[in-house]
């Protein structure tokens, strides 16, 4: 069953199926939304959180802020270090 399978396509062990309660059980244990024989929900599963700048990156980009931006050079430590993460951190993907 196609719609069942990951990334491996038919390679998936649990794509392989024979009955109802096979789909059902690869349904819930992969957090699928499946429709037809059986209707089942997924649960809404979070973004995962965003990875943060490494100490070292941080502190650098710091210098830079407050060598290219005047405003950066007023600024209090955690307030640029907040800046620097949100600028160069990495986004959530949507």
Not at 16 to 37: H, I, Q
Not at 40 to 47: A, K, L, Q, S, T
Request: aromatic share 2%.
């Amino acid at each position: 069953m196609s719609g069942l399978s990951d990334k491996r396509g038919p390679a998936d062990p649990d794509a392989w199926v024979d009955s109802v309660g096979d789909v059902k059980r690869v349904a819930e244990k992969k957090n699928l939304t499946v429709r037809g024989v059986i209707d089942r929900d997924g649960e809404p599963v979070p973004p995962p959180p965003t990875k943060r700048l490494s100490e070292r990156l941080t502190k650098e980009m710091m210098k830079h802020e407050r060598r290219v931006d005047p405003k950066a050079k007023e600024m209090k430590a955690g307030e640029l270090r907040e800046k620097v993460q949100h600028k160069y951190g990495r986004k959530p993907r949507t």
